[in-house]
């Protein structure tokens, strides 16, 4: 698959089946990380194909997405905002200034309200697996349109991610801040090749992974489980940048938010942590069901022999 149209010929024409599988799809695009998802576990309402800045992903983050809601049968280019968390930037006002949301223009979207609506096509799929797009005037799009449209919102998040790069201040400058959301990343998207995996589940809704970055009232849970067999919560925290005293606490009041809200007396806390330090090995005796996991990065190189 070498251009937009066909990846989406075939995106659109695989939505309409119970096919999760992403294999087959390019994993960059336009010099952009491309991710696709159908669903995991059961097929999603709303599938979609997100274009990523490196530092950025689907799940915290902005980058234009498409966006496939099945029911209303129409595709979106949007100026996408992740919903799992909230990344520290966004798209520029005067990009998105005049722009219609998409809770305003679809009625009730079961997600992603809050991304811009950038383009939108009608969608008409045939038996044969001709798909035909077609905008608000009903006329077929060519090719060359749809191309042109993704190239310009593509463009304008490259230069946009060019200035964020260079501002010392910038998240994106801040390889603390890196690492730490890429463990969390990496834990969610290994899960299975985790110790976490031999003992407990992450969560789904709709098909989609709502484990991470779980939102209670009172803040969100960084990875939310559940035990395999007798399916109490599992609440993971993970000891980014800052004391031991902060995670722990942290810990508890989510655990406490868990055993209430959800009525979950058997509730388990997990810290994953870079390193075992005298302050946490105290905090973590008075606190019930809690268990520490230290992470280690890797880096390894390999000659390559032609």
Not at 74 to 96: C, N, R
Not at 153 to 175: A, C, L, T
Not at 201 to 219: K, V
């Amino acid at each position: 698959m070498n251009n937009i149209k066909e990846i989406l010929d075939k995106f659109l024409t695989q939505s309409k089946t119970d096919n999760l599988k992403i294999s087959y799809y390019p994993k960059d695009f336009l010099d952009l990380k491309m991710k696709v998802s159908f669903g995991q576990g059961m097929p999603a309402r709303i599938p979609w194909i997100s274009f990523l800045a490196p530092e950025m992903q689907t799940s915290n983050g902005f980058y234009p997405v498409y966006l496939y809601y099945k029911n209303e049968n129409k595709l979106i280019l949007a100026y996408g905002v992740s919903e799992t968390s909230e990344f520290e930037t966004s798209w520029p006002t005067d990009i998105i200034s005049g722009k219609i949301k998409i809770s305003d223009f679809i009625n009730n979207p079961p997600r992603y309200g809050d991304s811009f609506v950038f383009k939108s096509y009608f969608i008409k799929i045939e038996q044969e697996g001709r798909v035909f797009f077609s905008d608000e005037n009903k006329n077929e799009t060519s090719k060359e349109t749809i191309e042109k449209d993704l190239l310009e919102i593509v463009n304008n998040y490259k230069k946009i991610v060019s200035i964020e790069v260079k501002k010392e201040d910038s998240v994106f400058n801040q390889g603390l801040f890196y690492m730490e959301k890429q463990l969390e990343d990496f834990i969610i998207e290994n899960w299975n090749l985790t110790e976490f995996s031999k003992k407990y589940e992450l969560i789904y809704e709709d098909g989609e992974i709502i484990s991470q970055q779980f939102r209670t009232d009172i803040g969100r849970i960084d990875i939310l489980a559940k035990d395999k067999i007798n399916k109490n919560y599992v609440v993971i925290e993970l000891k980014k940048n800052q004391t031991s005293d902060d995670t722990a606490g942290q810990l508890l009041r989510y655990m406490s938010w868990i055993k209430e809200k959800k009525e979950d007396n058997n509730v388990v806390g997990i810290i994953v942590a870079g390193s075992f330090d005298e302050k946490l090995n105290y905090a973590i005796k008075m606190i019930p069901n809690c268990e520490v996991f230290l992470y280690q990065v890797d880096f390894k190189l390999k000659e390559f022999k032609k």
